[in-house]
């Protein structure tokens, strides 16, 4: 079984690879969408967003806001791909202690979903090829990954597009809920972001899973 995730990890990934060989997005380097060395000189989050949400690199760095747009905007899903690894290797310690919390049992790993529209316009959703990329770098199988355990309800107008922090907060409100037949009673929840700007829609997120009896939700992001 272990073997047969691993071939299918393997196989993703080649697949992505023939489809959009890659090049570092900041020295262009051959063969590695962000290298090693690019990665290293990211600038690092100081900022607090809400309180159980943890993001990894700072929004306000050009290489990291220029990855996230081409992400989102010019189908270049490889990036998320690459982000889902970093997220991974930065947030081990993290992991680690949710690992110990679930006592063995798989985390859930949730993305932030997206419209129908967008998905539709997108070709994907970026939160989900970073979790799916989040979740294969995992050497056991420690994760399950869940992209249809939360649908958002109404539509609301996109986050990025209200620039006030209290009218983020109320766009968002009630915004989600739980798929029918999901089940995440004791569960030990990961929602995974690409960016996350008050924490808002995690929060909500976590707010409808938590109703439904999940034990402990945590929000990733990438960059804030
Ligand atoms: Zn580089």
């Known amino acids: 079984m272990e073997k047969a995730i691993f071939i299918i990890k393997k196989g993703f990934n080649l697949f992505l690879e023939i489809?959009?060989?890659?090049?570092?997005?900041s020295c262009h380097l051959r063969g590695i969408v962000l290298c090693d060395d690019c990665v290293n000189k990211l600038h690092?989050?100081?900022?607090?967003?809400?309180?159980?949400?943890?993001?990894l690199y700072d929004y306000r760095d050009p290489i990291v806001k220029e990855s996230i747009w081409k992400l989102k905007y010019h189908k270049t899903p490889y990036i998320g791909q690459r982000f889902g690894q970093l997220l991974y290797k930065e947030l081990i310690e993290e992991v680690s202690s949710l690992q110990i919390f679930s006592q063995g049992f798989p985390i859930l790993v949730v993305p932030v979903p997206i419209s129908h529209d967008k998905k539709k316009n997108r070709?994907?959703?970026?939160?989900?090829?970073?979790?799916?990329?989040?979740?294969?770098?995992?050497?056991?199988?420690?994760?399950q990954l869940k992209n249809k355990t939360i649908v958002k309800k109404s539509n609301t107008i996109p986050q990025a597009k209200l620039t006030n922090r209290t009218r983020r907060l109320q766009n968002i409100k009630g915004a989600f809920e739980l798929s029918v037949?999901?089940?995440v009673k004791g569960k030990t929840i990961i929602i995974i972001d690409d960016v996350t700007?008050?924490?808002?829609?995690?929060l909500e997120m976590?707010?409808?899973l938590k109703k439904n009896?999940?034990?402990?939700?945590v929000g990733f992001a990438v960059a804030h």
């Open 123 to 143: 070709g994907y959703n970026q939160s989900e090829i970073i979790a799916r990329s989040f979740c294969y770098s995992a050497e056991k199988s420690i994760f």
């Open 213 to 217: 009896g999940a034990k402990k939700v």
């Open 19 to 25: 489809l959009f060989p890659s090049k570092c997005l």
């Open 206 to 208: 976590m707010k409808v």
């Open 181 to 183: 037949g999901a089940s």
């Open 44 to 55: 690092l989050t100081e900022r607090e967003t809400a309180s159980n949400v943890i993001s």
């Open 197 to 202: 700007t008050t924490g808002g829609t995690m």
